[in-house]
Structure formats: structure tokens, C-alpha cells
């Protein structure tokens, strides 16, 4: 038997890491919220195995990637579709359709980047942002992303490389002149 | 150096190192209301559980018994009728006697009427709902290509 306050403990402990995986890959607060819900549940189930090992992070985040592709998978077609239009019916980019940073994105010039990094990466497609993530955050191959999406291996590249320029181009204005920004990219550059 | 390359390390290091996010204060509590609802329905008695709980003789005796009054229901009504209308009156002849003619009415019903219009009135729904998907999937794409 379970001892709820034990697992409440629990579930304080690792929300924010189960949150933040999920919204980064739906970028949806309300359903990023209730994927984190889902995962606790899932969590509580097995929670007698999940205590007694050492992986318990590992465990809650693969859980949460996959009920997240779960979730993204009924949007697939949408969002395959809008992704097909922009680039190749229209070519037109994402990038271009993003607002230039408003006056609110504006005012954070002093404020950390990462912050509006994180809110650049939350504005992106999910066709560019799932990759974007499963790549540079969760660490997959461009092989195991394409087999997790369900897409081909160069779409998963052109989507990752647009992600990657729609970032820069987001960020850029906003961090002009912003020494922690060119510092970054020359010790990137060195 | 590669800009694309210089551009992909600087990411990759940058999202990697990006904060956690805090995660809405209503979380903990719809999660705990939902264990906490578990627990308590754990402690219930098995037959206040659900039936996917039930223990397996449990589930398999209901299961024995649902298709034996269904088949009574559908099939030994009439035969039941019969018996009933020779038998004594008495209390349960009485119930078994209603029971019996409700099941006779119930064959007569699905003879009669459902069986004959079921696969016509599937094949029906079904082509309303391909007829819909294919009009909501049109109207979509003209939509948005509309709008772009």
C-alpha cells in the first residue's frame, strides 16, 4: 500500500522537471498540465519499482516523451500538413510569419536570455519544435527521431535546421548589442 | 569554422542548459485528489470495485450468468411462456410469467424490426460519416488555404 503522503513528496519533487518536459514538447500549458498529470498517475501505478530504483528521472522523462508524441500524434496530420504548406507550397518560412519581438520581448533585453529563448522555442511549430527538442534536449538521433515521429530522417533534418534559424532569427533582434548573446556565439565560434 | 555547425553547438548547449520551468500549482493537487480517490476505492469491497477489479471467479460467474439470462431472455421465453401459463399461480410464476413475456416481445421486436434494418442502417451511418470526414477535411483545406 502507497502511502500518499509519501507520494505527494514524491510528485513535488519531480514536477517541474515532468512539467517542463512536456510543455517544451506541446507547448501547451493546459495540456502540457494534464500530460504531467497522466505521468504521475502512470508514476503511482508503479510506483513500488519506480522508488526502489535509481532511474527514477529517466523513467518519468520517457514516460512523459512518449505520452507527449502520444499527444502529438493526433495533431500529426494538422500539423504535417501546415508544415508541408508553409515550406513547400507557399516557400514562405516560419520564420518569417513570427511577429518581430514586441515591446514586451523588447523590455527583456536586460533580462536572461534563456528566458526568451524558452519563449522563442515555446513559439515555435510543433513540426519544428518537437525535433528541435528530441534533438538538442533529449539527446535522440536524427534516426530515432524520424522513427518516433514517424517521419523521413531529411524531413526531420530541414525541420530541425528551420527550428534552428527560426531561433536565431527570433533571438537576434531582441539580444542585439546584448553582450551575454555575442559572447555566446563567439565562444561557440572560438 | 561552419556557421551551421557553430549555430547547432551553440543550441545544443544552450537548450541543454536552459531552467526548468515551474509547474502550475494545481498540479499537485489534481494529482493527489486522483491518488487519494485510488486509495480509497482500493480499500472498497471487491463488488464496489470495477468490474475489470473483480476477482477472476467473481467476473467469470457474472459472465456465466449474463449469458444465461440472455439466452433465456431471447431464446427459453417461449418455451417459458408455456410453462408458466400451465404452472400454478403463484408469486414467482407470476415474476417468471412477466419475465417471459417481456423476453417474447424483445425476440419479437429484433425479428421483426432491428435485425431486418440493422446492416442497412449501419451501412448508412457509416457512409453519412464518410460523407462527413470528406466534406469537414474539404472545407478545411480551403479554409486555410484561404487564409494563407
Known sequence: MIDPNEFEVFVKNYQDMVFTTAIRLVSNPADAEDISQQ???????????????????GWLKTVTRNLCLNHLSRYRARWRFFSELDSEEHGTEFVDSLPAPDTMDQSLVEADYRELLNRALLKLPTAQRA???????????????????????????????RGRAALKKYLTPSLRGDERWEEKHNESRA | MNPEHDLNELFDR???????????????PRVMAVVRAKAAAAEAPWWLQPWSQWPMYARAALFVA??????????????????????????????????????????LLWQKIVQPLFLTRLGVCIAMYLVCIGLVTAMYRVGRERIQ
Not at chain 1, 39 to 57: C, E, N, P, R, W
Request: charged share 15%; hydrophobic share 45%.
Open chain 2, 14 to 28: 544552450e537548450l541543454r542548459e536552459l531552467p526548468l520551468m515551474k509547474a502550475p500549482r494545481s498540479l499537485a
Open chain 1, 39 to 57: 505521468v504521475f498517475l502512470k508514476a503511482y501505478d508503479h510506483f513500488d519499482q519506480i522508488s526502489m530504483s535509481g532511474s527514477t528521472g
Open chain 1, 131 to 161: 525535433p528541435l527538442v528530441l534533438f538538442h534536449v533529449d539527446n535522440l538521433a536524427y534516426e530515432e527521431i524520424a522513427a518516433q515521429l514517424g517521419v523521413s530522417l531529411s524531413k526531420v533534418k530541414t525541420d530541425i535546421h
Open chain 2, 66 to 107: 449474463a449469458l444465461l439470462i440472455a439466452s433465456l431472455f431471447f431464446s427459453g421465453s417461449v418455451v417459458l411462456e408455456d410453462q408458466v401459463r400451465n404452472a400454478p399461480q403463484t408469486w414467482f410464476s407470476n415474476l417468471l410469467g412477466s419475465f417471459a413475456a417481456y423476453g417474447s416481445t424483445a425476440t
